[in-house]
């Protein structure tokens, strides 16, 4: 643990942040407090932002540390030698946001890969690897990510990510449960640290539970991440101030107040996303040259109550289809997020204009033949909302929408008509959602179904845990399957199990 009276000896007292010259050179540290790793993100032509937190007993309440600031030194560098250092600065780790760190570095050159570090007292952070975005108006050739999503610490191992610290990689994009908050299935292969959360201290000790994990670790620290939520981060199925459950509305916000606290706290988030009174906006946009842009969306915090749902149990979907659930005043973004989404594809000049958002867009019906039976947790509980979506990406005219899900633990590859309700409506946008990291499988037999009754979804299994990489070139995109053998196994292998294409100018996949 932390030295307490060691460090309040070396700092006089602890100083604060206006006598910070005086601070902490000669702190020392037991344990070392960079336990939870480094993480980049969102980077512009001109820099990024850079994570850390100071946990050198990341299970402890406190973390470990004491109730007071900590300075914390940060490098920039072209190489691992760190010579020269291109920027450097200092950090204000506060208890009240749990020691993390946030810096935005704004002053380097577009287009390189850089190292960074951070140190305090004899205490240096392992060195990660991050990137600054193309110029804005330049040429990029090449764009390649993975998407990844759902990574349940207990159903599996991060086997995944090593596979893909192997690609070569510009961005991660996460869509959403980072964290789990709940335990449940067989078969599990390690358990949680500490009970379910409901309270800050709670989520921090959960997100510190999956961040103590190496791969995880490794990942972060291989190139930037672009982060969204989605229910598990707060609690399963929640929309906006509403419960599944049917919890108290005024601890169930205090509740969800304080998960938005903890993921900014453990996320390569920029300053600006720091959450403000009782929410936090996570929604933004990150371009790539002229090539990409990429819309980041979320779809929880502001979204309508969950339609068709059973009098007997209010808070869990029967999955039937009903009136409620093509109410035109229904959303899943709310109105001004809708607002900005709509302005941004309007004047969007990219090659390929990506949305990276929680879950599945396309149609799902379970029942085949005559009647319909509808997931009323994802998008088909809000068909006006989804509606109105495709119909801004035909308006406007919309180079290349490529739509990016998660959540239902499966492989979905889909063409998205404008409008689902209207037969034969042309195809305006192409739909990819990877597979969980290690979450329990997607309902074979449903997807099965779902594809026998919408010939526009591609392909669709969930038998398999991994993610999903995308190349975006100029010509072309290329999504490529990536499947594990088995989450459970720490060095199972991982293959391509399917590779879809689309042509610019075409919207729809074409099995490569």
């Given at each position: 643990m932390f030295n307490r009276r060691r460090f309040l000896a070396s700092c006089g007292g602890l100083l604060l942040a206006s006598n910070a010259s005086r601070w902490p050179h000669a702190a020392t540290f037991d344990n070392a407090p960079f336990a939870l790793g480094v993480a980049s993100g969102y980077p512009t032509p001109t820099g990024f932002t850079l994570w850390t937190r100071l946990a050198p007993t990341p299970y402890a309440p406190d973390g470990g540390m004491p109730n007071q600031d900590v300075l914390v030194h940060w490098d920039v560098a072209e190489d691992d030698h760190f010579s020269p250092i291109v920027a450097s600065g200092t950090a204000l780790a506060t208890p009240a946001w749990a020691h993390s760190v946030h810096v935005d570095v704004t002053t380097l050159r577009p287009d390189r890969w850089y190292r960074y570090r951070f140190h305090v007292g004899n205490a240096m952070s392992p060195v990660g690897r991050t990137r600054t975005a193309p110029a804005l108006e330049s040429e990029a050739r090449l764009l390649r990510l993975a998407l990844v999503s759902c990574q349940h610490y207990e159903h599996g191992y991060y086997a995944a990510y090593r596979h893909l610290l192997a690609d070569d990689l510009d961005l991660v994009v996460h869509v959403g449960d980072y964290i789990y908050e709940g335990s449940w299935g067989n078969g599990k292969v390690r358990s949680h640290v500490g009970p379910d959360p409901t309270t800050l201290i709670g989520y921090r000790q959960r997100y510190?539970?999956?961040?103590?994990?190496?791969?995880?670790?490794?990942?972060?620290?291989?190139?930037?991440?672009?982060?969204?939520?989605d229910d598990h981060e707060v609690q399963n199925d929640y929309a906006a101030d509403h419960s599944r459950y049917g919890d108290d509305p005024v601890t169930f916000v205090a509740r969800r107040n304080a998960a938005y606290r903890a993921y900014y706290e453990h996320m390569p988030l920029p300053e600006a996303m720091r959450p403000r009174g009782v929410q936090i906006q996570i929604y933004t946009h990150v371009p790539w040259g002229r090539l990409a842009q990429i819309a980041l969306l979320d779809d929880r915090q502001y979204r309508s109550y969950r339609p068709c749902s059973s009098a007997r149990m209010p808070s869990t979907p029967d999955e039937v289809n009903c009136r409620a659930r093509t109410a035109p005043t229904a959303t899943?973004?709310?109105?001004?997020?809708?607002?900005?989404?709509?302005?941004?594809?309007?004047?969007?000049?990219?090659?390929?204009?990506?949305?990276?958002?929680?879950?599945?867009?396309?149609?799902?019906?379970?029942?085949?033949?005559?009647?319909?039976?509808?997931?009323?947790?994802?998008?088909?509980g809000y068909p006006a909302a989804r509606t109105r979506l495709l119909g801004a990406l035909d308006r406007h005219r919309v180079a290349n929408p490529i739509v990016l899900g998660g959540d239902v633990h499966a492989f979905w590859v889909a063409d998205l008509p404008r409008d689902f309700s209207v037969p034969h409506s042309p195809i305006v946008a192409t739909e990819f959602v990877g597979t969980s990291i290690t979450s329990y499988a997607g309902d074979d037999e449903r997807i099965r179904t779902a594809m026998h009754e919408a010939p526009n979804i591609k392909f669709g299994t969930g038998r398999y845990r991994g993610y999903l990489r995308l190349d975006l070139r100029p010509e072309i995109a290329t999504a490529d399957l990536r499947a594990l053998r088995n989450a459970q196994d720490l060095n199972t292998p991982c293959a391509t199990l399917a590779s879809f294409n689309v042509v610019s100018g075409r919207p729809g996949a074409v099995r490569a």
């Open positions: 510190a539970c999956y961040k103590a994990d190496p791969l995880l670790q490794a990942a972060h620290a291989a190139c930037p991440w672009l982060m969204v939520w899943m973004l709310g109105a001004i997020q809708e607002a900005w989404l709509d302005q941004m594809l309007a004047s969007s000049t990219a090659q390929w204009n990506v949305i990276a958002q929680q879950t599945l867009m396309a149609q799902n019906d379970g029942i085949l033949g005559p009647g319909e039976q509808f997931n009323t947790d994802g998008w088909d």
